[in-house]
């Protein structure tokens, strides 16, 4: 994860949490690392003018976020503060180091068939705990999972509903990304708990192979293929998880598997990094390593120096006077 210097025109405060640094931008807003009262890491994220300016996005904002504070699971980035009606709103989540499932593709290629079985439960028990809190994530996707040093986490799902809603307002599009969109998303715009679960099955079918299960192409392309073609799946040797991404994948939602059963099917969802290969637990120890200090930290060796000067400059000061 890159951690940028804050441009101009970037806040340096949003409510109690200082911005240190910035993670990035994208279609919601910019996301920054922050710092807590205490001094904790969070995770800042400035919801962009265009969306705040609508009253509707607002109202949507505010119910997903009250939505999202009631998830807890073990796999998820839970919402720590908000300001909904703050001008832009702001959204405060746990700051999660490691890297995203993409990255760790990329940089060290697919994953073995019990690690891509072992994420998948890690995953069903994520959507899971957002099903239940009446969320859909909506746009599933391996950038939006990240691989911590105590288990993978879904991120973004307190406020990707609500983007996606206020984009279809406006525009009428359909909101996510081509390659992991199910077909009744990509036809109709619907969207439940059951589009959730074949967007897992196209993120099994990435971590297993290296791409999404139905090809590469532009959008229009990957989106024909998905409403009316089978995905390719013959790189996935291991017949088990073939089977189970396959049923995630099925076109109709009413005959995918639920979260739960997922779940209940896969092993033990993964703690650690144990159940990753050694390259990418090597890297995403290195990462959480690499996390900015606080500031008091990279003054520390300054502190010490003062703090071992000042009983002698006392001592000497004192002795002046009283020679």
Same mark, same amino acid.
């Given at each position: 994860?890159?951690?940028?210097?804050?441009?101009?025109?970037?806040?340096? !405060?949003?409510?109690? /949490?200082?911005? @240190?640094?910035?993670?990035?931008?994208?279609?919601?807003?910019?996301? +920054?690392?922050?710092?807590?009262? #205490?001094?904790?890491?969070?995770?800042?994220?400035? &919801?962009?003018?265009?969306?705040?300016?609508?009253q509707a996005f607002r109202s949507r904002f505010a119910r997903e976020v009250e939505a999202a504070r009631a998830i807890s699971g073990a796999f998820t980035a839970p919402v720590i503060d908000a300001d909904p009606d703050a001008d832009p709103p702001w959204l405060v989540t746990q700051f999660l180091t490691g890297l995203s499932l993409q990255e760790a593709i990329e940089r060290h290629g697919p994953m073995p068939a019990p690690a891509v079985a072992a994420l998948g439960a890690g995953l069903a028990e994520a959507l899971v705990s957002i099903h239940q809190a009446g969320i859909v994530h909506r746009d599933l996707k391996p950038s939006n999972i990240m691989l911590c040093a105590d288990g993978p986490r879904v991120i973004d799902f307190g406020v990707a509903h609500a983007v996606a809603a206020e984009a279809i307002t406006r525009t009428g599009a359909i909101v996510g990304t081509p390659a992991y969109m199910a077909p009744e998303q990509a036809t109709?715009?619907?969207?439940?708990?059951? #589009?959730? @679960? +074949? #967007?897992?099955?196209?993120?099994?079918?990435?971590?297993?192979?290296?791409?999404?299960? /139905?090809?590469?192409?532009?959008?229009?392309?990957?989106?024909? !293929? &998905?409403?009316?073609?089978?995905?390719?799946?013959?790189? &996935?040797?291991? !017949?088990?998880?073939?089977?189970?991404?396959?049923?995630?994948?099925?076109?109709?939602?009413?005959?995918r598997p639920t979260a739960r059963a997922l779940l209940d099917h896969l092993a033990r969802p993964p703690r650690g990094t144990t159940w990753l290969p050694a390259p990418v637990a090597t890297d995403i120890h290195q990462r959480t390593i690499a996390l900015p200090r606080r500031?008091?930290?990279?003054?520390?060796?300054?502190?010490?120096?003062?703090?071992?000067?000042?009983?002698?400059?006392?001592?000497?000061?004192?002795?002046? +006077?009283?020679?």
């Open positions: 994860m890159a951690y940028d210097d804050l441009r101009p025109g970037d806040p340096h !405060r949003l409510g109690e /949490y200082r911005l @240190v640094k910035r993670l990035g931008a994208g279609g919601m807003g910019r996301v +920054f690392l922050g710092r807590s009262v #205490s001094g904790l890491p969070v995770a800042v994220k400035l &919801i962009h003018h265009d969306l705040a300016g609508d109709e715009g619907v969207c439940g708990p059951a #589009s959730d @679960v +074949f #967007s897992l099955g196209c993120v099994l079918a990435y971590a297993a192979t290296g791409r999404p299960p /139905y090809g590469p192409g532009s959008a229009q392309i990957q989106l024909y !293929r &998905i409403v009316h073609e089978q995905p390719n799946l013959d790189a &996935i040797t291991d !017949r088990p998880l073939h089977h189970l991404v396959r049923a995630c994948l099925a076109n109709d939602p009413a005959a500031r008091f930290l990279t003054r520390l060796p300054v502190l010490l120096a003062i703090a071992f000067l000042l009983p002698a400059l006392i001592l000497g000061v004192t002795l002046y +006077f009283w020679g």
